[in-house]
């Protein structure tokens, strides 16, 4: 007598787990709850995640980007690590959204795989609601799809989609910034999501070992001096590996972003422009926070670039400026704020555990033969190092 077959035989032997999917989803469900608030309305299962608008808006505005993490996804895969990258996620999504004075309100994921391994799954997903606890948003759903054939079955893609809220007449739409207003650099903690494409290319064509301990790496070269300089800024990298320090998660700025604002109003100041440093880096990103007029002049001399900027920049002859426009060039977010805000506002990002440097001045494009990015030293903010 013939088995009966099952009703998802078929979709089986045509490589996609339907299963696998409700075990991950199982796995992951403590994880995403755990983000939830009272805005949000019913639990994982439905076909739309639901969120109230928090009470005390007069005149919502919802604020939204969707992003991705690019190749860093295939570091992570060569890893078998998932455990960090769904912050990086987070991190694209909601730190574009607090550009415009938003607060991160909901989160949504898509994973796309090869093969579905429910552990791994869930292990990436709990990254992502790692992420969402820190912006201060709640996951409120996503979708995972199986692409057998499409993909190879270690092979993943991610991406997201944040929503923020924010008062309409508290919008920041980059229209107050003025010359003269100081640029407050945020320190990045690494690579963050951008430029893996390059560096995946050098990862090749040197034949580098993502096991390799870093210090050695950045000792063969850079050379030993150059090394204690680069590891000054993150001494703790020097005990991980190179696989590790390309896997560090993209820092998430939103809470304390909202927190310096908080601050600035306190004290009667006001936050003035806000700008995500992704692709395109300091010069595709620096200057929209500002008015079409205006553009930026920052020194790069006031702040260290990460040693992993270093070590690539070294492995495919770039020069400092090239790393700056390729990758963050060690600014994950700049703020914009006038020059007597800045002790305060130094001191806010300080207590939400972000280290910042006064690093540019706000010029008319017209002192920048119509640019609106240039470096060099600075004049009207000098005196507020």
Not at 63 to 78: E, F, L, P, R
Not at 340 to 367: K, M, Q, Y
Request: proline share 5%.
């Amino acid at each position: 007598m013939a088995k009966e077959a099952g009703p998802r035989t078929a979709y089986a032997r045509a490589g996609v787990d339907v299963d696998a999917g409700e075990r991950a989803v199982a796995l992951m469900r403590g994880a995403v709850e755990a983000t939830h608030g009272p805005a949000v309305l019913g639990g994982l299962g439905g076909f739309g995640g639901a969120v109230a608008v928090p009470p005390g808006y007069r005149a919502p505005v919802l604020v939204s980007s969707t992003d991705g993490v690019g190749t860093k996804t295939a570091i992570a895969a060569a890893l078998g690590r998932y455990d960090t990258i769904g912050r990086d996620l987070v991190a694209m999504c909601a730190d574009d959204v607090v550009c415009s004075g938003a607060a991160p309100l909901f989160f949504l994921d898509y994973i796309a795989v090869g093969q579905l391994d429910p552990a791994s799954i869930a292990e990436l997903v709990t990254s992502v609601a790692d992420g969402c606890r820190e912006a201060r948003c709640a996951l409120i759903g996503g979708e995972t799809a199986e692409h057998p054939g499409l993909m190879a079955p270690g092979a993943f893609d991610l991406a997201g989609c944040c929503t923020g809220i924010v008062e309409r007449e508290r919008l920041i739409d980059g229209s107050l910034a003025r010359p003269g207003d100081a640029v407050l650099g945020l320190l990045a903690s690494g690579l963050h999501a951008n430029g893996y494409s390059l560096v995946r290319s050098l990862l090749a064509e040197h034949d580098l070992d993502l096991a390799e301990p870093y210090q050695e790496r950045l000792l063969r070269t850079l050379g030993e001096g150059a090394t204690g300089e680069a590891l000054g800024a993150a001494p703790g990298e020097a005990l991980m590996t190179l696989g590790e320090v390309l896997l560090t998660p993209t820092r998430i700025y939103a809470g304390a972003i909202l927190d310096l604002r908080t601050a600035l109003d306190a004290a009667g100041f006001e936050l003035r422009g806000v700008a995500h440093i992704t692709g395109g880096g300091l010069p595709g990103n620096a200057a929209r926070a500002l008015p079409a007029e205006l553009g930026v002049r920052l020194d790069p001399d006031l702040w260290p670039m990460p040693s992993v900027m270093r070590l690539f920049g070294a492995l495919g002859g770039l020069e400092d400026d090239e790393l700056r426009a390729t990758f963050n060039g060690g600014l994950g977010m700049i703020a914009i704020v006038e020059p007597a805000a800045l002790p305060g506002a130094i001191a806010a990002l300080a207590r939400s555990g972000i280290e910042s440097f006064v690093v540019g001045e706000v010029v008319e494009t017209a002192d920048l033969a119509g640019r609106r990015y240039a470096e060099g030293s600075l004049s009207r903010v000098a005196g507020q190092r």
